[in-house]
């Protein structure tokens, strides 16, 4: 079954509670899961995937200031949070809560992720690259 077979979506909004459940998982399953959602680009996704996100207590993690700054929050600090945002606001944005984080992001200090949170703000809502 290929990803834009809307029979994927089931089995993604599974994989999702299962990620929710365990709070602990590993960005790259975050990230793995939010371009399977923005493959398959069914709206349907957008409501689960915010409502997962509120649990996760994911608001973004952009930063704004370079006093206290670490390496890590220099490198993939947030990488999840503007990968589920980015597919949450291409498939419609329950809630507002993607374009929220890509608007932060926006004012980020790290200039790749400024880039990119631009850039999709930029294509709009429904877009697909």
Do not use: C, N, W
Request: proline share 2%.
């Amino acid at each position: 079954m290929a990803t834009s077979d809307a029979r994927a979506l089931e089995p993604l909004l599974d994989k999702l509670a299962l990620l929710v459940e365990g709070k602990e998982s590993q960005v790259s399953h975050y990230r793995a899961l939010a371009l399977a959602f923005d493959a398959l680009g069914d709206p349907a996704a957008a409501k689960p995937l915010g409502e997962a996100m509120k649990k996760l207590d994911i608001r973004g993690m952009a930063v704004s200031e370079t006093a206290g700054l670490t390496a890590a929050a220099r490198g993939k600090t947030g990488e999840r949070d503007l990968a589920l945002a980015r597919v949450l606001y291409r498939l419609g944005d329950h809630q507002g809560l993607g374009e929220k984080i890509l608007r932060q992001y926006a004012r980020d200090i790290r200039g790749h992720y400024v880039r990119h949170a631009r850039a999709v703000l930029e294509e709009g809502r429904f877009s697909r690259e």
